[in-house]
């Protein structure tokens, strides 16, 4: 899933051509503001199906043992954020940037031990067609050294295709956390918001 479709006159896709002021030459250039609200639009319409989705599938294999808990849509505030990182056409980044935004919807799977992790991993990657959660990507946050801009904290990130009974289709995100990581995550919160912030009004 790399594009948003848009229909407008007659066309797909939300971009138009300018000429290069150096060479003359027509390049496609791409509001990436229109991608956002289109991105958070579709996860509005969503984010319950899939929270429930969730919730229902863990429950199927694993009952009540993990904890199964919702995150808030992405703001489209967040999303400008993370285009940053992303890079930029003139760097030879894909466009549109809106379409690395991996977890518009989110929500997190509480295991009591890394083993019970990896069993959560390991069911997704075998049985996520079948439960309509196919694994697309997995970031091991465990993998990554010490020093990273993670100040230490560590899960699994499992992104999912996520189809919804009305035809629409997000790379959806479910986090796999340890207990005691996740208690502490739920504290070092504000300080992420704080640090990520480019600015004291971003906070």
């Not at 027509?26 to 289109?38: A, G, H, T, Y």
Request: charged share 25%.
């Amino acid at each position: 899933w790399r594009e948003i479709e848009l229909a407008h006159s007659g066309r797909t896709g939300s971009s138009r051509s300018l000429p290069s002021p150096v060479t003359g030459v027509r390049r496609p250039v791409l509001d990436e503001e229109v991608f956002i609200s289109q991105l958070y639009r579709r996860a509005e319409l969503l984010d319950e199906e899939f929270q429930l989705g969730v919730r229902r599938a863990v429950e199927s294999r694993f009952g009540t043992k993990f904890g199964v808990y919702r995150a808030p849509v992405k703001t489209k505030a967040r999303m400008r954020e993370k285009l940053v990182s992303y890079g930029s056409a003139d760097a030879g980044a894909e466009l549109p940037l809106a379409a690395n935004i991996l977890d518009p919807v989110r929500a997190s799977v509480v295991c009591t031990c890394p083993d019970e992790m990896l069993q959560v991993a390991e069911w997704l990657l075998e049985e996520g067609p079948a439960v309509g959660l196919p694994v697309v990507r997995i970031k091991n946050k465990f993998a990554l050294p010490d020093a990273t801009e993670y100040d230490g904290y560590r899960d699994l990130m499992v992104c999912v295709l996520y189809e919804g009974s009305n035809g629409l289709a997000v790379i959806a995100e479910i986090q796999i956390h340890a207990h005691g990581l996740h208690n502490l995550k739920l504290q070092m919160h504000k300080l992420y918001k704080v640090k990520r912030a480019a600015s004291a009004n971003a906070i």
